[in-house]
RNA sequence: GGUGGGGUUCCCGAGUGGCCAAAGGGAACAGACUGUAAAUCUGUCGUCGUACGACUUCGGUGGUUCAAAUCCACCCCCCACCA
């Protein structure tokens, strides 16, 4: 463990946002701040995803509640609904949504990728048609930039390419200069001063490792508040996943934050967070959640299980959550079969509680200098996933 | 008592001579899910076998036929309407 000055790590409440403050590394894990103009963040941290301006069958009180310090919001569903303007009238997604807390806003490169079928890279930007209505736009690095001020995100990232695993050399070599030269736009777009949201690039390079080391190379010369590892986790094997992140990870500048996009499962974030990612988002918790995968402190466990049919114990007796704290595995089966949508609740509740209680843990050991046990102690909760 | 309709694999329900162990849906059982087009998707779902396959099944009994869930006879049960 490398502790940092007392007048370095112990800061005023406040400070600008966009500093990102480094109390203490273990190893490569680090333990940091990211200030923003709603709070500041704890880092290692794991964000709860809310595309639409809600974290699914989970509402701000249950987010406090759970600890949960910053939110994920998406610019391309927002924006085709209700409208990103729409919300700025409102006085942005904060005051919409109820949600005073950071909120991290993607760019919608992702849906970009995802809804491929819809899409269409070119210089000036992507062109995609709504998957709501079928209705044809043009998202440009600056007009990405615009939706998310327009929303009042805390940290804004850059449009960019993301590829899909068995993308080839020639086509991710040419990708990655797109998405470089589309964040340069964005931070033309949005220079340094201009407002108080935090804007950080996203590295790409598809899966190979050369073209990850130049992505890195050609944005970290740049002025951005944070550096994002993009385009992991899109259906490639699991060891080329650690592997490229080994790569990639402590190529990310130092003193930044580093925000590991999409990931993952709680092996894939401790992974993450040995290697010095500081920031994680996934639509796992929640979404497992609702299809009645649990993660608790012994592995995970499918609710629907028959096994469960008459098991009076709580879910996780280790866990402190109102789920844990109030019903048995027996009801939380009977409400997943029964299709209750209190059966969402309950199981998005403990999810997020444990995957925040997962980097909680994870801050904790690595300001006490002992977090290779603690990553060890999870990785033997998911020795079947590991590569 | 009369007339008409009907009894199909756990449930609903299609099937009216061979391509039928029998569509489809549900239930059940298992699995997947990584910057959320996900309250979604996939698999199994008569018995035995890894499989090729074998065997048992469509209210009951008997019959016609090379072949019957499907055709015929009788019987049992259910529903509707009329007396």
């Known amino acids: 463990m490398t502790q940092f000055s007392p007048s370095f790590s112990e800061p005023p409440s406040a400070l600008q946002p966009g500093t990102f403050v480094l109390h203490a590394t273990d190893g490569s894990a680090r333990r940091g701040s990211l200030h923003t103009a709603h709070g500041i963040v704890e880092t290692p941290i794991f964000m709860p995803v809310g595309t ?98 327009n929303l009042g995100s805390d940290i804004m990232m850059v449009l960019d390419e993301c590829v899909a ?117 996934c639509v796992l918790p929640t979404r497992n959640a609702r299809n009645g995968t649990l993660y608790t402190s012994t592995g995970k466990i499918n609710i629907k299980r028959k096994e469960y049919a008459e098991d009076d114990t709580p879910l996780d007796a280790n866990c402190s959550c109102y789920t844990c704290q109030t019903f048995s595995r027996a009801y939380l089966r009977h409400l997943f079969h029964a299709k209750e949508i209190l059966s969402f609740r309950l199981n998005s509740l403990h999810n997020l509680t444990y995957f925040l209680a997962l980097v909680k843990g994870a801050r904790a050991a690595i300001s006490a200098g002992t977090f290779a046990a603690y990553a060890a102690h999870i990785q033997s909760l998911y020795a079947d996933e590991m590569p």
């Open 165 to 281: 695993h068995n993308t080839p050399y020639d086509y991710t070599a040419k990708s990655i200069e797109l998405t470089t030269r589309w964040a340069l736009r964005s931070r033309n777009a949005y220079p340094r001063g201009a407002g108080s949201n935090l804007l950080f690039a996203i590295t790409q390079g598809g899966f190979f490792s050369d073209l990850r080391t130049a992505s890195v190379e050609q944005l970290a010369a740049h002025d951005f508040d944070g550096f994002a590892i993009g385009g992991l986790s899109v259906g490639e094997p699991k060891p080329q996943m650690y592997e490229l992140l080994a790569h990639t990870a402590p190529l990310l500048p130092f003193a930044k934050p580093r925000y590991l996009m999409g990931v993952g499962t709680p092996l894939d974030i401790i992974t993450g967070i040995s290697l010095g990612v500081d920031m994680f988002d």
């Open 52 to 149: 639409v301006g809600s974290v699914k069958a989970i509402a701000p009180d249950d987010l406090h509640a759970l600890g949960a310090e910053i939110i994920l919001g998406n610019t391309y569903h927002l924006f085709l609904r209700p409208g990103d303007a729409l919300v700025a009238r409102r006085g942005g997604l904060h005051s919409f949504a109820a949600w005073n807390k950071p909120i991290l806003t993607d760019s919608g490169g992702y849906q970009a990728f995802s809804l491929s079928a819809l899409s269409k890279f070119r210089e000036e930007g992507v062109e995609f048609r709504s998957h709501l209505d079928g209705s044809k736009h043009l998202f440009t690095p600056e007009k990405v930039m615009e939706i998310q001020r």
